[in-house]
């Protein structure tokens, strides 16, 4: 008994000391603006300053609302997009050291589900051609060993009989049977990170579920890591670990799933999760209370916080002048905002 008591704290503590699969520190993604005969006319500053940790098979939710930087912290993650600053560092490599092969061999252990399934699918290719693409790409040349493959993601998404799907185009499928052929192609290459940007937003409603459980199951049995990119809370809680709140360009919020939704912490947190879609029939012609005024422009962001200019609880003097930085007034709960500095 002793002995089995040592071998499992000796396994946590390796847990605790190995690498994360993904670290990003100070992460900026800037847009250079340019007018026409004008040159040089600013930056969109959509990710400025992102600092976080995911480990392997680890499933966190990045939400915030349209235009916060999501997708360009995304694209960059999936090395489309080049970072202006900071590091990316995956599976002990750092992205921006990576030749173009190098790489190229890095996406290959990412899987991508994007959002509008039916533009996710080439309309002039079946089922098969769908899937078989990404492993040739990848350089697996034996037509036997792709079909095995294909025949094993699409049982693994619910997808069968496979060989009535096989022939079949895009538009001969249910939105949810194409979200199962776009997840079925994020696996075939096995990868140890997928990245989901808004999986279920355009699925109705009685389907949402069903795929973020589908999601679920692969991620628990192949020992995935998942960033959930969303701007609805109502579906986190049915997927993802630890939560982290987007605004502006910085996250502002970070904690475990069930301690942000019933203890949410930053004032725009609680503007979030009054706005999630109530259920209840009876509040349909109800008003939910949102913070006045528009998101901040990103090629101007205001000064410290910024946040500050819609916040009723903003410190003058202070929430105006200077930048947050993370405080852990819980543990494991970290957010940037002032109203929570050690007195």
Not at 196 to 220: G, H, Y
Request: with cysteine; charged share 25%; glycine share 6%.
């Amino acid at each position: 008994m002793i002995t089995d008591l040592r071998e499992v704290m000796m396994s946590i503590e390796k847990i605790n000391e190995a690498q994360p699969l993904l670290s990003v520190q100070g992460l900026r993604v800037w847009y250079e603006l340019r007018r026409f005969g004008f040159g040089h006319a600013g930056y969109v500053k959509a990710v400025d300053g992102i600092s976080f940790e995911l480990a392997e098979g680890e499933t966190v939710a990045v939400v915030g609302e349209s235009g916060c930087g999501k997708s360009s912290l995304m694209k960059t993650i999936l090395g489309l997009n080049i970072p202006t600053g900071g590091e990316i560092h995956f599976d002990g490599e750092n992205l921006s050291a990576l030749t173009r092969s190098g790489l190229q061999k890095y996406r290959f252990k990412i899987g991508y589900v994007q959002q509008d399934p039916y533009g996710a699918l080439p309309p002039f290719m079946n089922v098969q051609k769908i899937l078989e693409e990404p492993l040739i790409i990848s350089g697996t040349k034996n037509k036997e060993e792709r079909l095995s493959r294909i025949h094993k993601a699409m049982t693994e998404v619910k997808l069968h009989p496979v060989e009535d799907f096989l022939p079949k185009f895009p538009h001969m499928l249910s939105g949810g049977q194409q979200q199962r052929i776009v997840i079925a192609r994020a696996m075939l290459r096995e990868p140890k990170l997928i990245v989901a940007d808004e999986p279920v937003s355009m699925l109705d409603a009685s389907v949402r579920v069903e795929i973020l459980k589908l999601m679920r199951v692969l991620q628990e049995s192949h020992g995935l890591s998942v960033i959930y990119i969303t701007h609805d809370l109502s579906t986190v809680k049915y997927f993802s670990q630890r939560i982290f709140v987007m605004y502006a360009g910085n996250l502002i919020e970070k904690a475990d799933t069930r301690r942000l939704l019933e203890n949410p912490l930053h004032p725009y947190t609680h503007a979030l999760l009054a706005a999630t879609s109530d259920p209840d029939a009876r509040n349909a012609d109800s008003f939910k209370e949102v913070p006045p005024g528009e998101p901040p422009s990103l090629v101007n962001p205001p000064k410290g916080c910024r946040f500050h200019p819609r916040c009723a609880r903003a410190i003058a003097g202070l929430c105006d002048q200077k930048e947050p930085i993370d405080f852990e007034p819980e543990p494991h709960h970290f957010v940037a905002c002032w109203l929570y500095q050690p007195q």
